[in-house]
């Protein structure tokens, strides 16, 4: 690679003018999609420069209160909520939001209202803050449907209705990885130019992997397919080599690996949480649909993640049963 002629580059494909590109191919489009998603790229870059600036700003730390899954809010968790609420609601092109942190879905007032619900964790992974590990911001879109005025039933869509997906991982460098249901690209915050530039083209997972992704400190309390399948990984029969274990604890840095690299992430239920922990409309069905487009598979062991049946009635309780992101096989993770 040409480090030097590739610094000197002036024809830069930015997330926005890549959204732009993407517009362009439905003419009947009014660029809603596209004011929405650079609200939230604004939104990406605020929240990636508090977290950089973490330990100085004496932003780390609790902020005393809990969220609706009964966790402790960390400062960031508050304030990464409070900049995505007030990126969405001024895109002027937003009707119903749900935020994890928040236990109500919160309604747009009429004079600022649009078309599209967004789904959305603003802070995953937050217990990693103080000790530097990746973490990041997870995404929906969905549009409302015709006729409809804006309410919680129009956000609880199944994975299969979502319209545009995305993550923003805070780590080492800033990355967005973004679907809008044509492939999934992959975008690098160049902190000089103050702007998101693409740097992985239509990612595609690679058919087989080496890496399987889970909590191995629950395993006593999984149940026995699950057990055999972590077993199989790590002691395979049929003389091949095993697989190597890498689990972080962010979902969005787990995620964004298995993408890059192939394998398996999964966080089954168990004796203690046996529907899971992972919540299914902001962070299973948005990160489904990156899998799903990238050539991936997401299953709950028995079923396709985003099939219709999973859908939940309350927004405070979605979780699930196993999400699966993309197998060693084209048949290991159904389990």
């Not at 960390?74 to 409070?82: E, F, Q, T, Y």
């Not at 942190?101 to 992974?125: H, M, Q, T, W």
């Not at 690299?261 to 649909?289: A, H, N, T, W």
Request: overall charge neutral; some cysteine; hydrophobic content about 35%.
């Amino acid at each position: 690679m040409d480090h030097a002629a590739d610094a000197m580059r002036t024809d830069l494909m930015t997330i926005t003018r890549h959204v732009l590109n993407e517009q362009s191919k439905f003419p009947e489009a009014r660029g809603d999609l596209t004011i929405l998603l650079n609200n939230i790229v604004l939104g990406c870059k605020f929240v990636c420069s508090s977290v950089s600036k973490a330990g100085l700003a004496k932003l780390i730390g609790l902020a005393g209160e809990t969220n609706v899954q009964g966790e402790e809010q960390k400062k960031l968790d508050v304030l990464s909520n409070d900049v995505f609420i007030n990126a969405l609601v001024s895109s002027g092109r937003t009707n119903v939001l749900v935020s994890e942190e928040n236990e109500d879905a919160i309604f747009v007032e009429p004079s600022k209202r649009g078309r599209y619900c967004v789904v959305f964790d603003p802070l995953d992974g937050s217990s990693n803050i103080d000790c530097g590990v990746s973490i990041g911001t997870i995404f929906g879109i969905y549009m409302l449907k015709e006729g409809a005025s804006g309410t919680v039933e129009d956000v609880l869509q199944p994975g299969t209705a979502m319209l545009a997906a995305g993550y923003c991982m805070y780590g080492s460098s800033c990355t967005l990885v973004l679907s809008t249901g044509a492939g999934v690209n992959g975008f690098t915050l160049d902190p000089s130019l103050g702007e998101f530039i693409l740097t992985h083209p239509d990612i595609k997972i690679p058919k087989k992997g080496k890496i399987y992704s889970v909590n191995e400190g629950n395993a006593k309390h999984w149940d026995g397919p699950t057990t055999k399948y972590v077993e199989n990984a790590k002691f395979p029969k049929d003389g091949s080599s095993p697989k190597s274990l890498r689990y972080i604890g962010s979902m969005v840095a787990d995620v964004h690996r298995t993408l890059l690299y192939g394998g398996i992430f999964m966080y089954p239920g168990d004796k203690k949480s046996p529907k899971g922990k992972l919540r299914v409309l902001y962070e299973v069905f948005p990160m489904s649909f990156l899998v799903e487009q990238a050539g991936g598979q997401s299953f709950t062991g028995k079923q396709r993640v985003s099939a219709p049946t999973l859908l939940l009635i309350r927004v405070s309780k979605f979780c699930q049963l196993l999400n699966c992101l993309q197998s060693f096989s084209q048949h290991s993770c159904q389990l």
